[in-house]
């Protein structure tokens, strides 16, 4: 409510981007939203993505990067769990909008006759269903508190002047008017690149960057630009005079060591004031607080003492295809004070025909495998690879060497058991050899094998602890039951379970009916747990992952102490000792996001 009594107006910040892909249009708009939240304003998220998909679920990584999971379900593209990250916010399917939701709810309408015999156009139709959805959306709670957010940020994917954007920037033209002036700020993402013969900053791919922009309807009010180091007096004023934007609107994201530093980054460069006096704010939002920020970057930058996650995965060629497993790992190594080196090793490298094939490959995977201090297989689909990573468990197992399986992950580590220890040499899932004599792992009843897209089990679901003395129990501070996010269509086999279990193997956990496998442990094993859920995807700054922080724990020999002390029970925000100046002490939560990152989020 505003001071008159009447419902305060939503404001909108608009982030796109020129030139070229890949500039960290995610991160910056993330970074954007803690600039806001800093100022102690609400903040909510919206990503827009042109393409024709309804969603992010049947797309392959090696296409998008992976598919992040909401707790409502909803398959989303990656940025979303960026903002939920950085923000500490709970979106739901509707802030991911796509070209196929929009024409989808059009042609519905159309359908349904509720066009009244008009013929339906691009323009006003789509256009229209646009505006209206993130007008809708930006109205959700996404931080728990009753009441829209104060600020909608908003991320249109892909490049200025791409074919399959042209809706969105039409509609979004329009929807800068509908607003407002004094309600809408759009800040565009740009390349100012270096020409490295004279080691000069280029303006002209900016400048015409922004020349589109403007024919398109939409006039910047921020320019962000990337670069490798920060912009020249002479190149800001040069970009002002051709760009109509004043210099002090113009700011550089240049590389830094990790993207924590980014809001800081922001701030400094006075992002915030330029951004307010947009939005006609500047008298009720306070000066950004990022004192925990700067803390973090600067803790992160001083670690030392790495420990060593081999992670045994299909999509090994693309970081960003784990992304969200990347910063859970990221989360719990600097909550306790190690330096993260993930060895990425490609499931198929270390199968006995590659031994054959290309002997080389196969000796640097094992090398990258048996250098590891703690082993990680997590999701996929597909049978390329899965004798690998069975390999892989089977070497943790014997080894005693720290183990984390996710969804995929857990139904190999069952595999893997029942192979060599119950004997059966032919046992299998049914994704992978319909006709196995022994199915360990089965399609679930309720799952459709016609029709792939949102038809998995989905979204958050309840795991009740069947054991509280299990490390899983004990990790998630001894709770009765942990709410997690899923992503399947294939379960462990209720019926093998029980001869899974005297031979040695603990489901600590399932779902309500208790005939659903969600965590299955050994007991006898330092750290041996595999989860049908995905607890990356609820991994936040300060509140690592209950299971990340075990295999982390581990790995780095302080399982037991964690364990027996009980000092970080689920959810609650780590205190680190921060050492400044070589002697005095100062303590800080730690809520942390992708280190060891660029910018762009590219992973160094």
């Given at each position: ?8 107006k ?17 991160v910056?708009a993330?970074s ?6 800093a ?38 593209d990656l940025?979303?769990?960026n903002?939920e ?6 979106l ?26 008009k ?6 139709h ?22 829209p957010?104060?600020?909608?940020v ?37 390349l100012?690149?270096v020409?490295?013969?004279?080691g ?6 900016t400048?015409?960057s922004?020349?589109g922009?403007?024919?398109l309807?939409l ?9 490798t ?9 040069k970009?002002?005079?051709f ?19 980014l ?6 460069q006075k ?35 790495p420990?060593?996650?081999?992670v045994v ?8 295809s ?8 990221l ?6 004070r ?5 060895d ?13 094939e290309?002997?080389?490959a ?5 090398k990258l495998?048996k ?15 899965v ?15 720290p183990f ?11 595999i ?10 032919d046992?299998?899932?049914t ?10 792992v ?20 309840r ?9 899983s ?18 379960e462990?086999?209720?019926?093998m ?19 659903r ?9 330092p ?7 995905h ?11 209950a ?20 000092k ?12 400044q100046?070589?002697n005095?002490?100062k303590f ?12 762009n989020?590219?992973?160094a």
């Open positions: 409510m505003n001071k008159a009594g009447g419902m305060k939503m404001k909108y910040v608009l982030v796109t981007g020129g030139v070229v892909s890949g500039l960290g249009k995610g910056t993330s954007i939203g803690v600039l806001l939240k100022c102690g304003l609400r903040v909510t998220s919206i990503k827009i993505d042109p393409y024709l998909n309804t969603d992010a679920g049947t797309m392959s990584p090696f296409e998008h990067g992976e598919v992040y999971v909401l707790d409502d379900g909803g398959e989303v940025d979303l769990g903002y990250r950085f923000l500490d916010i709970k739901t399917r509707d802030n991911n909008i796509t070209t196929g939701k929009i024409y989808q709810a059009v042609i519905d309408k159309e359908r349904r006759g509720d066009y009244l015999g013929t339906v156009q691009v323009v006003p789509i256009t229209d269903a646009i505006q209206e959805w993130i007008e809708r959306v930006a109205l959700i709670p996404v931080d728990g508190q009753p009441g957010a104060d600020v909608c908003i991320e249109l994917g892909g490049t200025i002047g791409d074919i399959e954007s042209m809706p969105f920037t039409e509609a979004l033209g329009q929807f800068s008017y509908r607003v407002g002036a004094g309600n809408f700020c759009l800040i565009h993402v740009s100012v690149p020409i490295s013969a004279v000069e900053q280029k303006t002209k791919p400048q015409h922004v020349r922009l403007r024919s309807g006039t910047p009010n921020i320019l962000a630009c990337r670069s180091s920060a912009l020249e007096e002479n190149v800001k004023q970009l002002s005079q760009c109509h934007v004043p210099a002090e609107n113009i700011i550089t994201l240049y590389d830094v060591p990790n993207i924590w530093h809001p800081s980054l922001l701030r400094d992002a915030h004031e330029g951004i307010l006096g947009a939005l006609n704010l500047p008298g009720v939002a306070r000066e950004p607080n990022l004192k925990e920020w700067t803390s973090r970057a600067e803790f992160c930058d001083k670690l030392l003492e420990v060593r996650i081999a995965g299909k999509y090994t060629g693309l970081s960003d784990y992304l969200s497993l990347l910063k859970a790992l989360h719990a190594s600097v909550s306790l190690k330096k993260l080196v993930v990425w090793v490609p499931a198929s490298d270390i199968e006995d025909e590659t031994a054959r290309n002997p080389d196969y000796k640097a995977a094992w495998l250098g590891a201090d703690g082993v990680l297989v997590p999701g996929g689909f597909g049978d390329r690879g004798e690998g990573k069975i390999l892989a468990a089977k070497y943790a197992r014997e080894n005693r060497i984390l399986g996710i969804c995929l992950g857990m139904q190999i580590a069952v893997e058991f029942a192979r060599s220890i119950l004997g059966l040499q046992a299998n899932s994704e992978f050899d319909p006709d196995t004599k022994s199915p360990c089965v399609f679930m009843p309720e799952g459709s094998k016609t029709h792939l897209g949102g038809t998995m089990r989905l979204g958050s679901r795991t009740y602890f069947q054991v509280m003395d299990s490390k129990a004990k990790l998630y501070g001894n709770r009765g039951f942990v709410d997690e996010r899923h992503r399947h269509r294939y462990v086999n209720p019926d379970v029980s001869s899974l279990e005297d031979a040695g193997l603990s489901f600590t956990g399932k779902d309500e009916t208790g005939q496998m969600e965590i299955v442990e050994l007991p006898s094993h750290y041996y747990i595999g989860t049908q859920f607890p990356e995807f609820k991994s936040r700054p300060g509140k690592p992952s299971l990340f922080l075990g295999l982390i724990a581990a790995a780095c020999g302080q399982l037991d102490p964690l364990l027996h002390a009980h970080i029970p689920y959810g609650m925000a780590k205190k680190i000792s921060l050492y100046n070589g005095a002490t800080a939560k730690i809520p942390a996001d992708g280190i060891y990152s660029n910018c989020g590219v992973h």
